[in-house]
Nanobody
């Protein structure tokens, strides 16, 4: 059974930074895609960034140049470095892993005050 546990969320002022982590446990297929999604109140969940097991990345236009996704395959950990945060970045951030199946973490709240 694969489990994903996010950490690193919190309250930050606009212009500040946060680093999210997602620790995966269990048996994971070596070829996979991991990513971060977010959901703001009253809105649909949206893609923030994804990274393949080979290191290829894709970002939402709204976070390009501000967020950086990375992973440590040996530690089975996913990261999201978020800089120049804006109030519009306020949301619950979810970790996602796709191999033969799809898994989600429980989410971590990020709140950016103006």
């Amino acid at each position: 059974q694969v489990q994903l546990v996010e950490s690193g969320g919190g309250l930050v002022q606009a212009g500040g930074s946060l680093r999210l982590s997602c620790a995966a446990s269990g048996s994971i297929f070596s070829i996979n895609v991991m990513g971060w999604y977010r959901q703001a109140p009253g809105k649909q969940r949206e893609l923030v960034a994804v990274i393949t097991s080979g290191g290829s990345t894709t970002y939402a236009d709204s976070v390009k140049g501000r967020f950086t996704i990375s992973r440590d395959n040996a530690k089975k950990t996913l990261y999201l470095q978020m800089n120049s945060l804006k109030p519009d970045d306020t949301a619950v951030y979810f970790c996602n892993l796709r191999d033969r199946y799809t898994y989600w973490g429980q989410g971590t709240q990020v709140t950016v005050s103006s």
